[in-house]
């Protein structure tokens, strides 16, 4: 039984893909930062453990991945969600803005990534889907930060896609549009229905739709797609 972790893994893309790789048959851990309530209404209702570090930090991500092999066992399945916004016009960003959003959303993914690749290649297998986004793709007014995050994942991607190849480690990106989640909702009621009429499919994705394409990126039998960003955004922006 393959031993998965997801961060960002108690809310949200992260929960519903945490739940789907266990209904799969791996044994899951999820990775969560705030609000410790929600990640024990979590594990109380799914029996997934969590465990709380932040992915920012690269000795805490070292800690942690050592604290979830310990209790389940090598992490053979990383998937990299802990994301963050902190969105604002660039004539009206912050320095502070700008390097926390890169710390968590691509600095995070370098942490873990660097925490599990050398047990992985020591086993000769692996598999890392990163979470991208839509607006890493097509661009986003107030977003670039998050967005240079994103884009930035993609290149992460391709280019340990080519380096653990040949040790039976794919590293895969997944790019969801608009997706009904707790930071969405936070999207004032006007901007709502502007994105909603630049959805072709006229609705959010769901959570466990975005899980659906991670749950196959991360299949044993997955081995050849290897280094690719699959888009799963209705429609909206069609590379």
């Known amino acids: 039984m393959r031993v998965a972790l997801v ?5 949200g893309i ?10 799969a048959g791996y044994r899951v851990a ?16 799914t029996g997934i453990p969590t465990f709380r570090w932040n992915v920012a930090d690269y000795g805490a991500c070292q800690a942690g991945v050592a604290s979830v092999e310990a209790a389940l066992g090598p992490v053979e399945v990383l998937v990299n969600n802990a994301g963050i916004t902190r969105d604002a016009m660039l004539h009206r960003m912050s320095a502070e803005q700008w390097r926390e ?15 599990t690749i050398g047990g992985m290649r020591e086993r000769r297998f692996g598999r890392i889907v990163n979470m991208g986004s839509v607006n890493g793709l097509s661009g986003q007014p107030g977003q670039t930060n998050y967005a240079a995050t994103k884009a930035g994942l993609i290149g992460f991607t391709k280019a340990l896609a080519l380096e653990g190849a040949s040790h039976n480690i794919t ?6 549009g608009y997706t009904d989640t707790a930071m969405v909702d936070a999207v004032p009621p006007e901007a709502m229905a502007r994105i909603l009429a630049a959805i ?3 609705r959010l ?10 749950l196959f990126l991360v299949a044993d039998e997955s081995a050849f797609i290897n280094g690719i960003t699959l888009s799963i955004n209705g429609g909206k922006y069609m590379a």
């Open 30 to 45: 999820a990775n969560f930062a705030g609000h410790p309530e929600v990640a024990q209404s979590f594990t109380a209702r």
């Open 101 to 115: 959003v890169l710390d968590v959303n691509l600095g995070g993914c370098f942490n873990m990534c660097r925490a």
């Open 200 to 202: 072709p499919a006229g």
């Open 14 to 23: 992260g929960a519903a893909t945490a739940e789907a790789l266990l209904a």
């Open 171 to 176: 590293a895969n990106a997944v790019a969801p």
């Open 205 to 214: 994705a769901t959570p466990a739709e975005i899980a659906r394409g991670v």
């Open 7 to 11: 961060t960002g893994g108690s809310s």
